[in-house]
T-cell receptor, first 116, second 110 residues
Framework: GAVVSQHPSWVICKSGTSVKIECRSL??????MFWYRQFPKQSLMLMAT?????????EQGVEKDKFLINHASLTLSTLTVTSAHPEDSSFYIC????????????FGPGTRLLVL | SQQGEEDPQALSIQEGENATMNCSYK?????LQWYRQNSGRGLVHLIL?????REKHSGRLRVTLDTSKKSSSLLITASRAADTASYFC??????????FGTGTSLTVIP
């Protein structure tokens, strides 16, 4: 089946640093990828839609300057948490749909970010 | 918020019993999907039901969809301890954007 990978799986950083998380579709091309955030014991919240070759679209309340998204190729999207603070500590998950639209989404294994 | 709601928030049953969890959503959808998440791990896709379908089965899973009530249910029959996890519904309204429900935490006691 389709596989989506994320790197790193774990990251611990100091407050004020920036952290980059990669999301790759391993055996299919994805013109669109999605980034979610999940706080402990809560559901996944859609943060933004990453579009290959164009700007990402952000959900209401998500700061685009704080969470930079780059969809550099048809298999790679990156999320950079800039000037991370402890409240940014969360589980970040990406997903990519395998075409056609409306089908199954394939989720990455997630990246756990801890900001000290 | 487009996030759906699930109930119950937590469910504890004995092994061998059936588990039913419900999902309600707010907008018209193309499809609804159920996912499972073990503690601190990624998501596992369980089943997809399209808006023109009313019921779907996959192994021990049975999903129903009532678009008039904007609700879905997931039934796990003959539960096992390994079914212990959080279960989320996710609605797809635009062709690819997913909005997740609040989740049901299921504990199956051996």
């Amino acid at each position: 089946g389709a596989v989506v990978s994320q790197h790193p799986s774990w990251v611990i950083c100091k407050s004020g640093t920036s952290v980059k998380i990669e999301c790759r579709s391993l055996d299919f091309q994805a013109t669109t990828m999605f980034w979610y955030r999940q706080f402990p014991k809560q559901s996944l919240m859609l943060m933004a839609t990453s579009n290959e070759g164009s700007k990402a679209t952000y959900e209401q309340g998500v700061e685009k300057d704080k969470f930079l998204i780059n969809h550099a190729s048809l298999t790679l999207s990156t999320l950079t948490v800039t000037s991370a603070h402890p409240e940014d500590s969360s589980f970040y998950i990406c997903s990519a749909p395998k075409l056609p639209p409306g089908g199954t989404q394939y989720f990455g294994p997630g990246t756990r970010l801890l900001v000290l | 918020s487009q996030q759906g709601e699930e109930d119950p928030q937590a469910l504890s049953i004995q092994e061998g019993e059936n588990a039913t969890m419900n999902c309600s959503y707010k907008t018209s959808i193309n499809n609804l999907q159920w996912y499972r998440q073990n503690s601190g791990r990624g998501l596992v896709h369980l089943i997809l039901i399209r808006s023109n379908e009313r019921e779907k089965h996959s192994g021990r899973l049975r999903v129903t969809l009532d678009t008039s009530k904007k609700s879905s249910s997931l039934l796990i029959t003959a539960s096992r301890a390994a079914d212990t996890a959080s279960y989320f519904c996710a609605t797809d309204a635009t062709g690819n954007q997913f909005y997740f429900g609040t989740g049901t935490s299921l504990t199956v006691i051996p």
